[in-house]
Every structure is written in structure tokens, then in C-alpha cells.
């Protein structure tokens, strides 16, 4: 009411002394804090004078309050059906049966009198459900049927689920077997990623990030926590295709002053080493992705030999002639013109560059006056032709790298502004299906980019005096620490991601045998397979510190670790060792104690995705 009096006008004919009182109510207090749609009604509930009510409006009309006499169902409506003790309505959530309302000692469905019964002014149902107070603090999940909330004291986490057995939603408790992760802790917020790894991202109230792996059809809840060289203070999930990508609020203190950053969650689609993104509040080198469709005319390029090097002239050569050879024994059409000084071979060049050598590449020196002590290999390209739809490439392109199709490509000529020639340094993966010739799928506009290879890194203002660590295409760049925003990479590279390191470690609970129970038995573990996806090796050992149990999740280094060594012969010199999926298998440097366990740790920027270990333990008595 604006003003502080009222005027009424009589209409008619004679009378006199009329009087009216009017009602108004209170004027503080009667703001709602929780609002919901349900049945085309928009909800709202628990104001200051009325914490245990909830209000909605005409269907349709989310605006419209409004009541009729007589009352009908097509109007506003009101209802406070519980009143043991006032706890307040906290949260109301829509589910198939009726609009489920949490408040701070229980959770109430409220319908029409049936399951998915219009709620009317009349009709209305409220039926007391599991008895278990919700958090007024952190807004419950809704995961398929289910209903995750935190409970009242803000350190259990409960999963509200339809029972047909007992027909109302009951809880369970989904932290009972991580209790260790939650005593003494509340949590501040959270939010769900179901794309691609279904996660509960959970924000600790002393700064830790915690995650629930949730898949209840395949009876699948499991906690982990996450450090990082800082605070995680809130965290969002939003909807970006193909991920639900979380978002947190990181407080880090950097350079001598605390501040908040914004940081991203990596989608984690990973189709080899390069792409790994295993820092935190990283950075990448930045590559322009020109608006062309690129066509490439092979999916390895000619593997032909176009360079020589001279490592031993040798002595006594008059008229030499030299025979390329294929270690591989694939090559053909390659030869090479000799030339000499004082009977030094002095240079070798290709005369012919054949085609398909795998070397390695040599050349054999035959000379019918003698000589003898060349040495001298032949350096294999695999070039290609990259065509461009539309004019993306300068002469300055030359020496940039290509990314396309999963493979990796160095400029080397530039021959117009839609054309380039390009070796091979990796190969181009996507290929038209069972094409014999390996042909290359067209690159459409935004799937590739190009990039100039540097040694130095800038921008890094973020990270000023932080010790950072990363990857420069592929290879671990090694712990520098930041300077004036930039870091000296070890070498030249074209994808980098540098950011703040951090180590990933698991362990096993004390092993146990299945032909009956070990516990306290003598026993020490020999060996281990661990079956891992898309991961570089990590390193193993057995019965380490657990972090879980030391006073305020102190951290403790392992020892005695075992690096998985898998480099393979196979892996051309100068690049990294590929992404694996399969078995590692390593034998265990381990004491005899009355219980074992299996630990794994990687200490490096590298992906490792552990699906199972296989141990083989030892037992006495």
C-alpha cells in the first residue's frame, strides 16, 4: 500500500455512517526465498513471517496471484501442510509424482492427491516422506529420478530415491564408505557434469575439491578428492557441447598476493599426447585456425630421400659412386651424386629422391681406384601437397607446422597463396574408409590450424614466480619457474601448454586373497599389471603413506617407486612417446609387512586413465 490512508466512495442513493476497516497485513517479512515451476505454476515458498508456506500462481500466468470467489481450480493457490515444528521450506523440486519440497528436517510430496494429480486450491496433498534435513545452503542435484542433497549439518550427502516398496523417497547415505573425506568438513558448493565422465564436482569448505563418480544403474558411487596450489571456493557446470564443462573460482597466492581466477576444467577428448591438458590454471600457445578446407594428397607422404649428410668423408677417393640403401628394404629410385676434394668425399647430394624407404638410410661408396672411410645416411621427407580452398598461406608459412587430420605436417616451399608442400613428421590418421591408397579425408574450415614453432613462452603474468611445468609438443618441458611472464622452453616447439604442476596418486585398500582373508598374514607384493587407457606409464610401489590419514591431509613424498619404462624402438627419434592403451606390467620393490597395498603415481604432465591392476602377492603366515 503506497500511502498511509484509504478512501472509499458509496454509490447509491440515501443512507449514511458507512465504516470499513481494512486488513494489509504486515509489510516486512513477506518476501519468499525459494522459488519453482511445477504444472505451469511458478511456486513460491518460506518468507520470514511464513517459512513453512508455499504460494502458487494461476497456470499459466507465473505472474498472477490472483483468487476468485467462489474459489476455482484455475486459481492461485496457498498451503502449509506440515506443522510438527516450523523448519522452512528449503527446496522444492519438481519429480513425476508431485513437487517434492525439502526443508530442514525432512522432504514432503506435495500433489493433487495421486501421483501427477494437478495441485489445486482444493487439492492438495502432502504426504511426509524420508525424514532427513537438507543443507539450506547448497541446492540439491537432480540426476535422472534422483534427488542428491546435502543434509542439514552440511557433511553427508544423501541420494532421495523413489521406493516402491515403501512408496515414498528415502535416502541413503553415498558418503558412508569416504567418511574420511568429510569429517570435520562441510560442503560449500556443487554441481553436476554428466558429460563425459558423470561427476559430482564438490567444493570442501577447507579448499579442497572433491568428486563423486554417480552411475546408479550400474550401482557405481566413488569419491575423490583433487589438490591444487590453491583454494577452490565455488564451482558451475554449463552445457557446452560435447561436455558439461565445470567451471571453478580458484583463490591462488601468487607473486607475494592472493587472487581469484576463473578456471576451466579440460574436456579431457584426448587423441594423442599432444593434446593432453594435465596443468592447472594453464595456458596454451595460441594457433590460427584459417577459414579454408584443406585437401592433402597423402596420408604419409612419398618417403622419399632428399637429403644427405657427409659424417666421414673417408680418404683416397678419386671417381666414387654410391648406392643408396634401404635399412627397411622398402625404398626404390633413390640416387645420389658424390662430390670430392683431395679425395675427401666432401658433399652428397639426391639426383633422384625415390620413394616408400622406411630406413634407415645409408650409403654404400664404391671407387675403382680405391679409397675407403665414408660414412655417410640419408635423410628420408615424406612430402606432401596441402591445397587450401580459399588464399590462407604466405611465403612466411614456411617452417610453420600443420596440424590436420590428426597428423602433423612442417611447411617447407611455399608455392602460391593455396598451396603449400609440407613433410609429413606424423601421420594424417583420418582417411577415407577402406580405401586401399590411405587417401586423406578433406579438413574442413576450423578442424586444423598452423602455428610458427618458438622457443619462449609470454603471457604468463598470471603465474609471475610460480614454478610451472607443461607440455611442448608432446615432451614434458621440465619444472622452470616463470620470469617477467615467460619461460625458456628446452627447444622449439608449436603446442604447448604450460601451467601449475601437480602429482596424481591412488592406492589400493589392503589386498586381500580370494581364496579366503589375508589380513595380518606376513605378505609382500612381486609384481603388477595395470591395464590403462589413452595413459603414459606411470610409476609403482607398494604400502606408501596414506595422504587420507595424516593430519589435515598433510602430504608425505613416496619412495621407492618404479617408473614404467615403454620406450619404444618404433617411436621415430625427436618425438614423444604416444598415448597407450593396454597392459603394463613391472616387477615391485616391497618389504614383507603384515598387509599389502598397490600404489601408482604420476608425477608428470601426462595423462594416466587406470581401469585395473592385476598384483601378485606373496603370503607366509
Same mark, same amino acid.
Given at each position: 500500500?503506497?500511502t498511509?490512508?484509504?478512501?472509499f466512495?458509496v454509490?447509491?442513493?440515501g443512507?449514511?455512517?458507512?465504516?470499513?476497516?481494512?486488513s494489509?497485513?504486515?509489510?516486512?517479512?513477506?518476501?519468499?526465498?525459494?522459488?519453482?515451476?511445477?504444472q505451469q505454476?511458478?511456486?513460491?515458498?518460506?518468507?520470514?513471517?511464513?517459512?513453512?508456506?508455499?504460494?502458487?500462481?494461476?497456470?499459466?500466468?507465473?505472474?498472477?496471484?490472483?483468487?476468485t470467489?467462489?474459489?476455482? *481450480?484455475?486459481?492461485?493457490?496457498?498451503?502449509?501442510?506440515?506443522a510438527?515444528?516450523? %523448519?522452512?521450506?528449503?527446496?522444492?523440486?519438481?519429480?513425476?509424482?508431485?513437487?517434492?519440497?525439502?526443508?530442514?528436517?525432512?522432504?514432503w510430496?506435495?500433489?493433487?492427491?495421486?501421483?501427477?494429480?494437478?495441485?489445486?486450491?482444493?487439492?492438495?496433498?502432502?504426504q511426509?516422506?524420508?525424514?532427513n534435513?537438507?543443507?539450506?545452503?547448497?541446492?540439491?542435484?537432480?540426476?535422472?529420478?534422483?534427488?542428491?542433497?546435502?543434509?542439514?549439518?552440511g557433511?553427508?550427502?544423501r541420494?532421495?530415491?523413489?521406493s516402491?516398496?515403501?512408496n515414498?523417497?528415502?535416502?541413503? $547415505?553415498?558418503?558412508?564408505?569416504?567418511?574420511?573425506?568429510?569429517?570435520?568438513?562441510?560442503?560449500?558448493r556443487?554441481?553436476?557434469?554428466?558429460?563425459?565422465?558423470?561427476?559430482?564436482? #564438490?567444493?570442501?569448505?577447507?579448499?579442497a575439491?572433491l568428486?563423486?563418480?554417480?552411475?546408479?544403474? =550400474?550401482?557405481?558411487?566413488?569419491?575423490?578428492?583433487? *589438490?591444487?596450489?590453491?583454494?577452490?571456493?565455488s564451482?558451475?557446470?554449463?552445457?557446452?557441447?560435447?561436455?558439461?564443462?565445470?567451471?571453478?573460482?580458484?583463490?591462488?597466492?601468487? %607473486?607475494?598476493y592472493?587472487?581469484?581466477?576463473?578456471?576451466?576444467?579440460? %574436456?579431457?577428448?584426448?587423441?594423442?599426447?599432444?593434446?593432453?591438458?594435465?596443468?592447472?590454471?594453464?595456458l596454451s600457445?595460441?594457433?590460427?585456425?584459417?577459414?579454408?578446407?584443406?585437401?592433402i594428397?597423402s596420408?604419409?607422404? $612419398?618417403?622419399?630421400?632428399?637429403?644427405?649428410?657427409v659424417?666421414?668423408g673417408?680418404?683416397?677417393?678419386?671417381f666414387?659412386?654410391?648406392?643408396?640403401? $634401404? @635399412?627397411?628394404?622398402?625404398?626404390?629410385?633413390?640416387?645420389?651424386?658424390?662430390?670430392?676434394?683431395?679425395?675427401?668425399?666432401?658433399?652428397a647430394?639426391?639426383?633422384?629422391?625415390?620413394?616408400?624407404y622406411?630406413?634407415? #638410410?645409408?650409403?654404400?661408396?664404391?671407387?675403382?681406384?680405391?679409397?675407403?672411410?665414408?660414412?655417410?645416411?640419408?635423410?628420408?621427407?615424406?612430402?606432401?601437397?596441402?591445397?587450401?580452398?580459399?588464399s590462407?598461406?604466405?611465403?612466411?608459412?614456411?617452417?610453420?607446422?600443420?596440424?590436420?587430420?590428426?597428423g602433423?605436417?612442417e611447411?617447407?616451399?611455399?608455392?602460391?597463396?593455396?598451396?603449400?608442400?609440407?613433410?609429413?613428421i606424423?601421420p594424417?590418421?583420418?582417411?577415407?574408409?577402406?580405401?586401399?591408397?590411405?587417401?586423406?579425408?578433406p579438413?574442413?574450415?576450423g578442424?586444423?590450424?598452423?602455428?610458427?614453432p618458438?622457443?619462449?613462452?609470454?603471457?604468463?603474468?598470471h603465474?609471475?614466480?610460480?614454478?610451472?611445468?607443461?607440455?611442448?609438443?608432446? @615432451?614434458?618441458?621440465?619444472?622452470?619457474?616463470?620470469?617477467n611472464?615467460?619461460?625458456?622452453?628446452?627447444?622449439?616447439?608449436s603446442?604447448?601448454?604450460?601451467?601449475?604442476p601437480y602429482?596424481?596418486?591412488?592406492?589400493?585398500?589392503?589386498?586381500?586373497a580370494?581364496? @579366503?582373508?589375508?589380513?595380518?598374514?606376513?605378505?609382500?607384493?612381486?609384481?603388477?599389471?595395470? =591395464?590403462v587407457?589413452?595413459?603414459?606409464a606411470p610409476?609403482v610401489?607398494?604400502?606408501?603413506?596414506?595422504?587420507a590419514?595424516?593430519?589435515?591431509?598433510?602430504?608425505?613424498?613416496w619412495a621407492?617407486?618404479?617408473?614404467?619404462?615403454? =620406450?619404444?624402438?618404433?617411436?621415430?627419434? @625427436?618425438?614423444p612417446?604416444?598415448?597407450?592403451?593396454? *597392459?603394463?606390467?613391472?616387477?615391485?620393490?616391497?618389504?614383507?609387512d603384515?598387509?599389502?597395498?598397490?600404489?601408482l603415481?604420476? =608425477?608428470?604432465?601426462?595423462?594416466?586413465?587406470?581401469?585395473?591392476?592385476?598384483?601378485?602377492?606373496?603370503?607366509?603366515?
Amino acid at each position: 500500500i503506497p500511502t498511509a490512508s484509504l478512501t472509499f466512495a458509496v454509490f447509491g442513493g440515501g443512507g449514511s455512517g458507512a465504516t470499513a476497516t481494512v486488513s494489509v497485513g504486515p509489510s516486512t517479512g513477506t518476501y519468499p526465498s525459494v522459488v519453482a515451476y511445477f504444472q505451469q505454476r511458478r511456486f513460491f515458498a518460506n518468507t520470514t513471517n511464513r517459512p513453512n508456506t508455499f504460494w502458487g500462481s494461476q497456470p499459466g500466468a507465473y505472474s498472477n496471484f490472483d483468487k476468485t470467489i467462489p474459489i476455482t *481450480d484455475s486459481d492461485a493457490l496457498e498451503g502449509t501442510p506440515w506443522a510438527q515444528q516450523i %523448519n522452512g521450506i528449503q527446496w522444492m523440486i519438481p519429480m513425476p509424482g508431485g513437487i517434492v519440497m525439502l526443508t530442514g528436517s525432512g522432504a514432503w510430496q506435495v500433489n493433487g492427491g495421486s501421483a501427477g494429480a494437478p495441485i489445486t486450491p482444493i487439492n492438495q496433498n502432502a504426504q511426509a516422506q524420508a525424514y532427513n534435513g537438507v543443507s539450506p545452503d547448497v541446492q540439491p542435484l537432480t540426476i535422472n529420478f534422483d534427488i542428491l542433497f546435502v543434509q542439514h549439518e552440511g557433511s553427508i550427502v544423501r541420494d532421495l530415491a523413489y521406493s516402491f516398496e515403501t512408496n515414498i523417497y528415502s535416502g541413503t $547415505d553415498i558418503t558412508v564408505f569416504s567418511n574420511h573425506l568429510f569429517d570435520s568438513y562441510t560442503i560449500k558448493r556443487w554441481d553436476w557434469s554428466e558429460e563425459r565422465d558423470k561427476l559430482v564436482w #564438490v567444493c570442501r569448505s577447507d579448499g579442497a575439491a572433491l568428486s563423486l563418480t554417480y552411475l546408479k544403474e =550400474r550401482g557405481i558411487t566413488a569419491w575423490s578428492r583433487h *589438490d591444487t596450489n590453491g583454494i577452490f571456493e565455488s564451482v558451475a557446470c554449463i552445457s557446452e557441447p560435447p561436455v558439461n564443462a565445470p567451471y571453478f573460482i580458484v583463490k591462488r597466492y601468487i %607473486n607475494g598476493y592472493w587472487a581469484y581466477y576463473v578456471e576451466r576444467m579440460d %574436456n579431457r577428448t584426448w587423441n594423442d599426447i599432444e593434446d593432453a591438458w594435465c596443468v592447472d590454471c594453464a595456458l596454451s600457445y595460441p594457433a590460427q585456425s584459417p577459414a579454408a578446407v584443406l585437401t592433402i594428397s597423402s596420408a604419409t607422404g $612419398d618417403a622419399s630421400v632428399t637429403e644427405y649428410l657427409v659424417i666421414d668423408g673417408g680418404t683416397g677417393y678419386t671417381f666414387p659412386t654410391g648406392t643408396v640403401v $634401404d @635399412g627397411g628394404s622398402t625404398g626404390s629410385g633413390a640416387t645420389v651424386q658424390l662430390t670430392t676434394s683431395g679425395g675427401v668425399i666432401t658433399a652428397a647430394t639426391a639426383a633422384h629422391v625415390g620413394a616408400d624407404y622406411t630406413g634407415p #638410410v645409408s650409403v654404400t661408396v664404391v671407387d675403382p681406384d680405391g679409397g675407403t672411410g665414408a660414412v655417410i645416411t640419408g635423410v628420408v621427407t615424406n612430402y606432401v601437397t596441402v591445397s587450401a580452398s580459399a588464399s590462407v598461406f604466405t611465403s612466411a608459412n614456411v617452417g610453420d607446422i600443420i596440424r590436420a587430420g590428426g597428423g602433423v605436417l612442417e611447411v617447407v616451399e611455399y608455392v602460391t597463396a593455396t598451396r603449400v608442400i609440407a613433410n609429413v613428421i606424423s601421420p594424417i590418421t583420418a582417411t577415407f574408409p577402406n580405401d586401399p591408397n590411405n587417401m586423406p579425408l578433406p579438413v574442413q574450415s576450423g578442424a586444423w590450424t598452423i602455428a610458427t614453432p618458438t622457443d619462449t613462452v609470454s603471457g604468463l603474468d598470471h603465474l609471475e614466480g610460480m614454478e610451472v611445468n607443461g607440455l611442448a609438443d608432446g @615432451g614434458v618441458i621440465g619444472v622452470t619457474t616463470v620470469v617477467n611472464g615467460s619461460i625458456t622452453l628446452p627447444g622449439e616447439a608449436s603446442k604447448i601448454v604450460v601451467g601449475l604442476p601437480y602429482t596424481v596418486q591412488m592406492q589400493t585398500l589392503f589386498l586381500e586373497a580370494p581364496q @579366503g582373508s589375508i589380513q595380518g598374514n606376513r605378505q609382500t607384493p612381486m609384481d603388477v599389471v595395470v =591395464r590403462v587407457q589413452s595413459s603414459r606409464a606411470p610409476e609403482v610401489g607398494a604400502n606408501q603413506p596414506d595422504q587420507a590419514v595424516q593430519p589435515n591431509f598433510a602430504t608425505v613424498p613416496w619412495a621407492d617407486m618404479t617408473q614404467i619404462q615403454t =620406450r619404444s624402438p618404433n617411436v621415430t627419434p @625427436g618425438l614423444p612417446d604416444p598415448l597407450y592403451t593396454g *597392459d603394463f606390467f613391472t616387477n615391485i620393490s616391497a618389504n614383507w609387512d603384515n598387509n599389502a597395498q598397490i600404489a601408482l603415481q604420476q =608425477r608428470y604432465p601426462v595423462p594416466l586413465n587406470v581401469l585395473s591392476f592385476y598384483p601378485n602377492l606373496k603370503v607366509g603366515q
